[in-house]
């Protein structure tokens, strides 16, 4: 009976080493497969704290527990304790893992089918936006529809990137474009010329303005588009550009873009405008904040600007734009130039415009074609509920004039304050911009 019970102990033993042994196994293999997250900026296996994947047992194998019957059997607190480990381990992973995953949730531009563009740069590639990648990215851009910029700087010449059609490009949290210095007065960091159905997400570019060498032109332009059309931006942030921070303009002196919206974004310190449009038919700009752009007039934040005759400003809708202590002005319309002899109809609605300290005045509009222009324009420039604060010198916050008795400005709730503080009454602010009324055909409503 006594080698009977004996045996029987034996046999319980076995079974509860090899349920340990298991056990253990299965915990080495979890936490195994937490290791292997592949970084979408290096493609590289890393552990999700960052650090490299641990491929060291630190446990024994099954069948070592299983039959080396000399091993001390795990506790019950051994295993809670083992057990607390892993949970803790696994929750020290998570940050790296929930960053990933939040920055993906957040950008919609990115799918299974996206191509990681750090694949495409060289061996031994740095991080520090020291070296030009120009061609390796231009060649994964021009090859693929849908391209994700890593969370680093990259930099590039003045050849820039041309973007083709039918592309979506998204950028992650600490991407940069930066502009390698240059002597050139005339580039698209970004181009965008005669494409459409391109959309990009969170673009940063940076410009040469303080490392430009050269002295001449003022058309070095962070991104481009010229004669382009179903372009989406959303919340672009372009800075010390030699030039423009967006320039939406014609193809070789013709044609215009179409359906372009600008979604959020930062123009800053750009040399010469935030953003000048030149021909369009179909824009939205939504929350633009444009501001200190100076060096070279205009000096404006947001500035349409027509070249020539075939230029059309149709369709434009501008909803709180925010201009701070542009050179000149806040927004800019000065279309004199799109008259010749034929007619123009022109349609822009802004709404909710704030400027803060810009040094002439926070809007001007200024559309006097000469005596010798058969042409006219028709159409409506609407300013709905300003905010302007501060904006002029000589406390004059909007400057008007046209010799077109069909094109109408009307301006609704507006709101002024004086450099020293003051807050205009309705009756004061009514008086001062109807001042400029035998200007043009303008309307100030409450």
């Known amino acids: ?53 641990d491929t060291s047992s630190g446990v ?15 506790s019950a607190a051994q295993v809670q304790t083992a057990a607390a480990s892993k949970q803790k381990a696994a929750a020290a992973s998570q940050p790296k893992a929930n960053a990933v995953q939040a920055q993906t949730a957040n950008s919609p531009g990115i799918t299974s089918n996206s ?31 849908n ?14 990137i041309d973007i083709g059609s039918n592309k979506t490009i998204t950028f992650l949290s600490g991407s940069e474009i930066r502009l390698k210095g240059s002597s050139k007065g005339t580039y698209n960091i970004l181009n965008m010329s005669n494409v459409s159905n391109v959309t990009l997400y969170n673009p940063v570019i940076v410009g040469d303005r303080n490392a430009h060498s050269g002295k001449g032109d003022e058309w070095g ?16 942030k372009v800075s010390n550009c030699w030039g423009d ?31 000048s449009i030149i021909s369009v038919d179909g824009l939205v700009l939504d929350n633009i904040y444009a501001g200190y752009s100076d060096g070279t007039k205009p000096m404006t934040g947001i500035n349409f600007e027509p070249n020539n005759i075939s230029c059309e400003l149709k369709d434009i809708q501008v909803n709180n734009p925010r201009t701070v202590n542009n050179g000149e002005r806040g927004i800019q319309i000065v279309n004199r130039r799109m008259v010749g002899g034929n007619i123009k109809n022109t ?12 040094k002439k005045n926070a809007f001007k509009f200024y559309c006097n074609p000469g005596s010798e222009k058969s042409g006219k324009v028709y159409g409506k420039i609407k300013i709905i509920n300003p905010k302007w604060i ?54 100030v409503i409450k």
Not at 35 to 53: F, H, I, M, S
Not at 63 to 73: F, I, K, M, V, Y
Not at 221 to 236: D, F, L, Q, R
Request: aromatic share 8%; glycine share 8%; net charge positive.
């Open 347 to 358: 349609d822009i609605t802004i709404v909710n415009h704030i400027d803060n300290g810009s």
């Open 1 to 53: 009976m006594k080698i009977k019970n004996s045996f029987k102990n034996q046999i319980t033993a076995l079974l509860i080493f090899t349920s340990l042994a298991i056990s253990v196994s299965s915990c080495k293999k979890d936490n195994l497969e937490e290791t292997n997250l592949n970084d979408p900026q290096t493609g590289e296996l890393v552990a999700k704290d960052g650090a490299q994947p």
């Open 221 to 236: 332009m962070g991104i481009g588009m010229c004669g382009a059309s179903n372009i989406t931006i959303y919340s672009p």
């Open 147 to 160: 391209i994700v910029f890593p969370g680093f700087p990259i930099l590039v010449n003045n050849n820039g």
């Open 390 to 443: 501060k904006s002029s010198f000589r406390n004059i916050p909007m400057d008007i004039s046209t010799n077109q008795e069909n094109y109408k400005v009307t301006i609704a709730s507006p709101k002024v304050i004086f450099l020293d503080g003051r807050l205009l009454s309705w009756s004061e602010t009514y008086a001062l911009l109807m001042n400029q009324s035998s200007r043009a055909p303008l309307e």
């Open 60 to 74: 024994q194998s099954d069948s070592t527990a299983a039959g080396d019957q000399t091993q001390p059997t795990a």
């Open 245 to 275: 921070g967006i320039y939406i303009g014609q193809s070789g002196g013709i044609g215009y873009c179409k359906n372009i919206v600008i979604n959020g974004g930062t123009m800053k310190k750009n040399r010469r405008d935030g953003i």
């Open 115 to 145: 191509y990681y563009l750090v694949n495409a740069l060289p061996k031994g590639y740095v991080k520090d936006g020291s070296k030009d990648y120009t061609s390796y990215i231009q060649a994964a851009v021009t090859k693929y529809s």
